[in-house]
């Protein structure tokens, strides 16, 4: 069973940085694609940006220049570097795994994001 647990979320002003981590346990079959979702009040849960095992990224527009997502293989750990923060990136944001054999898909607990203006 995958296990994931966030880290790094906290309350910032607008324009500062924030390091997201998620460590990625018991994936002891393939991971297919790694990513952040995000969900505000209120809102339905939305991308933030995600990574396929072959490393292309997708992000949303709304993050495009701003966010940045890696990985560590060694450490099992996806980050998400979010720079030039705005009040609009509020939310609650949640590590995200899938496997495609079979499809089985893998969410964190979340950890609040709270970007003050």
């Known amino acids: 069973q995958v296990q994931l647990v966030e880290s790094g979320g906290g309350l910032v002003q607008a324009g500062g940085s924030l390091r997201l981590s998620c460590v990625v346990s018991?994936?002891?079959?393939?991971?297919?694609?790694m990513g952040w979702y995000r969900q505000a009040p209120g809102e339905q849960r939305e991308l933030v940006a995600v990574?396929?095992?072959?490393?292309?990224?997708t992000y949303a527009d709304s993050v495009k220049g701003r966010f940045t997502v890696s990985r560590d293989n060694a450490k099992n750990t996806l980050y998400l570097q979010m720079n030039s923060l705005e009040p609009e990136d509020t939310a609650v944001y949640y590590c995200?795994?899938?496997?495609?054999?079979?499809?089985?898909?893998?969410w964190g607990q979340g950890t609040q994001v709270t970007v003050s203006s």
């Open positions: 990574m396929n095992s072959g490393g292309t990224t």
């Open positions: 995200y795994c899938k496997r495609f054999v079979p499809v089985t898909e893998y």
């Open positions: 018991g994936s002891g079959l393939r991971i297919n694609v």
